[in-house]
């Protein structure tokens, strides 16, 4: 929202929702078109060598970077809940961010990532669910509660911002999941495209009303001021905002070994014909974990690793590859719907592709990790009303003009 500017923003939420959802189905499609049962092989039945190894390329690096930016959230998000401890202060090691990612790593992520089967995470993905509502609902009371403490930006509410395109790789980033599609397509108990459409639309639907909810209620409490990582943007005495972080940074730990299988498989099918064994599935597995936990110990600015991860791996994996094969393998008439929609897509695609990666290497977002804001301090609060009151006084009485307290609070 913060990119994009709010009210596109929202429409951008429901355009790459709608994409996600046709890509998702149009990739099944393909994949019964070509007789393939893996995102690899239908991209290597489609075009070839090539073909193949770019996706394998991109479905790698999706998921590896989403790990990377999960450790990070945990790191943030967990260090501050600790601070909330009583006899816990800012020189403790419980408040040290690569403490708590080694130790998070070590003992939850890594051991659940040795799973073989995903559908062993059912139940863990039922809890991180549960969670993202329990946090959604917090996000809402925080956002009547604490939002009015909180002075609005500057052209906060104006319909669209130049970095619209960098929003609709955050975007991509949050809805994609093409890279673990067909592993979840061959976890139903009746693998038909009816199924899996059914599967799709309320699973894609559901998303969006959560990342709707979430955009509005977070960008409307913080407007501008609105970080990567929303929970910094609440302060660490915020006693419902830290049982939030404890759930969000949950919920990012349950979330981890779903992108750790990708990973693993991806490197399977590239360098082990698609199995592993015992051995080699536990030494995949650790060398996987333990570089992407090596660099975001390295790296910790959230926004940009968001941004560029879903300008190049995202937005190709999407809008792009799923087309690219449908069109190919399509026997309908060139002015078939699901043709000329694809068409649409793939242009589209190219477009964001393109311009995102421009956009975030000429304006990349600032990052203030682990900093406190500045609203979090009554005095500075105050202070930044007073000067905005003095500014909104001097104006009326410069124009000659009576204003509504209304009318002023939203000018």
Known sequence: MKEAGFPLGVLLLFVVAYITDYSIILLIKGGNLSNTKTYQELVKETYGLVGYLILSTL???YPFIAMISYNIITGDTLTKVFQRIPGVGLDNVLTDRHLIILLTTIIFTLPISLYRDIAKLGKISLLSLILTIVILIIVMVRTVTFSPQIPKSENAWIFAKSNAVQAIGVMSFAFICHHNSFLIYGSLEEPTLKNWSQVT?????????????????????????????????????????????????????????????????????????????????????????????GISLAYDCLGIVLELNGVLSATPLVFIIPSACYLKLSKERWNHSDNLISCLILVLGVLVMAVGFVMTVLHPQECSHGKEMFYCSPSNVSLHNRSHHSLGTSSRSVLGIAISPASNAQW
Do not use: K, W
């Open 59 to 61: 479905q790698f690096l």
């Open 201 to 293: 639309h309320m699973s894609v639907a559901f998303a969006l009303v959560i990342s709707v909810a979430f955009a509005a209620c977070g960008y409307m409490t913080f407007t501008g001021y609105t970080e990567g990582d929303i929970f910094e943007n609440y302060c660490r005495d915020d006693n419902l905002a830290t049982f939030g972080r404890f759930c969000y940074g949950v919920t990012v730990i349950l979330t981890f070994p779903l992108e750790c299988f990708v990973t693993r498989e991806v490197i399977a099918n590239v360098f082990f014909h698609g199995n592993l064994s015992t051995v080699f599935h536990v030494v995949v597995t650790v060398v996987i974990v333990a570089v992407a936990t």
